[in-house]
């Protein structure tokens, strides 16, 4: 394993003066469920300086706003997320897409932080192949197995797709993030948050969180009354499995007609794939039964997929139509 320093803040201004001191040899260490896998394998982008977040006390929380929606703080843990009586009450959806997340065992180490910013799985890069993202000069995954890891939208320096399921699931809901930097904090939408992968600091990442910032908290906004929500994910083992392809869905409703639409898929291309097409399909549409068949029509047109991973635009477009039905039958 690579050899490492570790420091242990105690306030998010200290880990942010260290982050800026070590600038990108550090990195931030909460659950380290992903992160020790990339020092494991001696990854170009793992960090020499690892700075640990945990006993920062008031990052780790699942709380009401007086306006009646919720604030998580990044180091709460998958599991509790998932087990939150008050989070199932306001947005059922959420905690069936984190019941999905990995394993119990990975669910319990796992913060929601790590996982929205989460490196990509693809095996070239966890096998340090010399890859685009691993400092090399070719996308390993573009020319060889790319059935199950990388993306059927496209890309640009890598075809890896983006892992998380939280992400897709908070956009869909509208959820906001707050990060912390030299500078104070600065607030965006979960979807400007991981807009695919960009160089940001010199390194290729999902996400635009730069070197001495420090996500802290997800906001998500009241929910709305006559707002239903479904989260689908296809994979090949029930467990710890990352999604070959996943859907969220998000309607508000007026009776049974759509005055808008949320629909976000997972684990198809570099980034959560909002597709708006299908959104204003949707709108003033009459939720029913044949609603589904119509709506795949508009979906994913812009799909680019490579030699072997076709199936993942099937699998998508199943999800929608499982989703659609579903909420049409609730």
């Known amino acids: 394993m690579k050899k490492i320093s570790v420091y242990r803040p105690t306030s998010i201004e200290e880990a942010i003066q260290i982050l800026s001191l070590h600038g990108t040899d550090a990195g931030v260490y909460a659950g380290g469920t992903d992160l020790l896998i990339r020092l494991k394998n001696r990854l170009k982008q793992a960090p020499t300086f690892l700075v640990d977040i945990k006993k920062i006390g008031n990052l780790r929380y699942i709380k009401e706003t007086p306006q009646g929606g919720v604030q998580i703080g990044a180091l709460t843990k998958l599991a509790e997320i998932a087990e939150s009586d008050v989070l199932a009450k306001k947005y059922p959806m959420l905690v069936q897409a984190f019941k999905m997340i990995s394993s119990p065992e990975l669910r319990n180490a796992s913060t929601l932080g790590g996982d929205l910013l989460q490196e990509v799985w693809c095996q070239y890069l966890r096998g340090a192949y010399s890859c685009w993202r691993n400092g090399g000069y070719i996308c390993y995954g573009a020319i060889g197995d790319n059935s199950y890891y990388h993306s059927a939208m496209g890309g640009r320096l890598c075809y890896a797709v983006y892992p998380g399921d939280a992400a897709p699931a908070l956009i869909t809901l509208d959820a906001t993030v707050k ?16 807009p695919g992968d960009m160089m940001v600091d010199g390194r290729i990442q999902s ?34 499995d990352f999604a070959m392809a996943s859907a969220a869905l998000g309607l508000q409703l007026r009776d049974r007609t759509i005055e808008d639409a949320r629909v976000v898929f997972g684990g198809i291309a570099g980034k959560p794939y909002r597709e708006r097409a299908v959104e204003a399909f949707l709108k003033e549409k009459t939720l029913s039964a044949d609603l589904a068949n119509q709506a795949l029509a508009a979906a994913l047109a812009n799909a680019a997929p490579l030699k072997y991973n076709a199936t993942k635009i099937d699998m998508a477009k199943g999800l929608l139509a499982s989703g659609l039905d579903k909420l049409a039958a609730s």
């Open 179 to 194: 990060i912390a930097g030299p500078s104070g904090i600065k607030e965006m939408s979960v979807e400007q948050l991981v």
């Open 207 to 240: 996400h635009v969180v730069r070197f001495n910032e420090i996500l802290t908290e997800v906001v998500i906004p009241p929910p709305n009354a006559g707002f239903r929500a479904s989260f689908e994910k296809l994979r090949p083992r029930g467990v710890w």
